[in-house]
């Protein structure tokens, strides 16, 4: 005999085999633990070929490739030891490399939890950024479905397959390393999604948190700005929003510049974030914008800065199409403002594939433009790429120096 109970068992087994009827989270979920497993399938194989090196034996396991190697040794520090009160000084007088250039959110973080379960940074530092990264992608589904639905009318599956770019980018292993980019990102997608609600006391908190994790908290002041204005010439903003908007823009300066305030307090060097930065820099003295000619002139003599102006010319179309902009003002502001504070503050390198893991929205717009499944294929299977050359060439150290990723 059958009863209701026994006729709907199929159903569910037809659902759990067809990924469209699952609800949104479950999906988010399969695609970015999907693309972890891919990134730490190429970890492990770059592992095996890894040499001795200053964090790592040859040949470590995953956990220690993930946990130890380039930046994260440098935030192991943090976590173990905090910061020193003076900076490093070298023979001729020069700042040297040290902890002040690695903010303090993500190995506090891990020391908590250390606290109360006594895994340790090798064990920790991984799957908090794993986790992260996993609300993260949560987090970005929901922007792009909310924030971005003028863009998702257009092209219906957009928030998930932004979540699988975000997933597959080239140096998106990152969010499986002992890393701050996954914290990052979940901070900046989760505060332009509380922007976007007008939820101007939650964004506050996290652009606060923001500024102790990464040194982004200044372009998110420029989105802020640029939701007031929209909100202004639409004629809906009154005065206590008006009034909470201009908090939330003081909050989001403020966070932007307390980390190398801290810096020179704690030091008692006058500006020693920047004498700090200069010593990861070769010691170049920090000047905007500048680095980026220098480096188009060292890559291709004389056509360098017609190169580079080539460049920013795409970056500037990739922005100001019709497709970012249907993405909302906050994910439109936040992809002009971040790239702008790269080009002003980064000096161009290989680390640059790292930052620009932040400029997520761009991975909307390269899929928002069309609804073919071939392109979107096409761009997943050259992320995948990406990451093999990522992880092989950069995160892989060929001793006794390497180009970091």
Request: hydrophobic share 55%; aromatic share 10%; net charge positive.
């Amino acid at each position: 005999m059958t009863t209701p109970r026994t006729a709907a068992l199929p159903a569910a087994r037809a659902r759990l085999l067809r990924p469209a009827t699952w609800r949104w989270w479950v999906q988010v979920l399969v695609v970015y633990a999907l693309a972890r497993a891919v990134s730490a399938g190429v970890l492990l194989v770059a592992a095996r070929s890894q040499e001795q090196n200053l964090w790592t034996d040859a040949a470590p396991s995953y956990l220690a490739y993930v946990g130890r190697m380039w930046d994260a040794s440098w935030y192991e520090q943090i976590y173990a030891s905090g910061y020193p009160d003076t900076l490093p000084v070298g023979p001729d007088g020069a700042v040297q490399q040290n902890v002040w250039a690695f903010f303090p959110l993500f190995p506090a973080l891990v020391r908590a939890l250390d606290a109360g379960t006594g895994l340790g940074w090798e064990v920790l530092a991984p799957t908090v950024a794993l986790a992260c990264g996993a609300g993260a992608a949560l987090v970005v589904h929901r922007l792009v479905a909310t924030a971005g639905a003028a863009a998702v009318e257009r092209r219906p599956g957009l928030p998930l397959a932004t979540v699988l770019l975000v997933s597959v980018f080239p140096s998106s292993p990152v969010l499986q390393v002992a890393y701050t980019e996954s914290l990052a990102l979940l901070l900046v997608a989760g505060a332009l999604l509380l922007l976007a609600r007008r939820r101007y006391a939650g964004a506050a908190l996290l652009v606060v948190l923001l500024g102790f994790c990464r040194a982004v908290a200044l372009p998110m002041a420029a989105v802020v700005l640029w939701h007031g204005i929209v909100r202004w010439r639409r004629g809906d903003l009154r005065g206590p929003d008006a009034a909470r908007l201009g908090g939330l823009l003081v909050v989001a300066l403020g966070s932007g510049l307390v980390w190398p305030w801290l810096c020179g307090a704690v030091t008692g060097v006058h500006q020693a974030y920047f004498r700090t930065q200069e010593a990861w820099r070769g010691g170049a003295e920090v000047v905007p914008f500048v680095p980026w000619v220098d480096v188009s002139r060292w890559l291709a003599g004389d056509a360098g800065p017609w190169l580079l102006a080539l460049v920013l010319v795409v970056a500037a179309a990739l922005v100001l199409n019709p497709v970012a902009a249907r993405l909302g003002p906050e994910m439109h502001a936040w992809s002009g403002a971040y790239l702008a504070y790269l080009v002003a503050t980064v000096q161009p390198g290989t680390s640059l594939v790292r930052f620009l893991l932040l400029a997520f929205p761009l991975g909307a717009v390269t899929v928002g433009w069309t609804r073919s499944r071939a392109w979107l294929a096409a761009v997943t299977v050259a992320c995948v790429v990406g990451q093999v050359w990522w992880v092989w060439s950069l995160w892989r150290l060929v001793p006794p120096s390497g180009w970091p990723p």
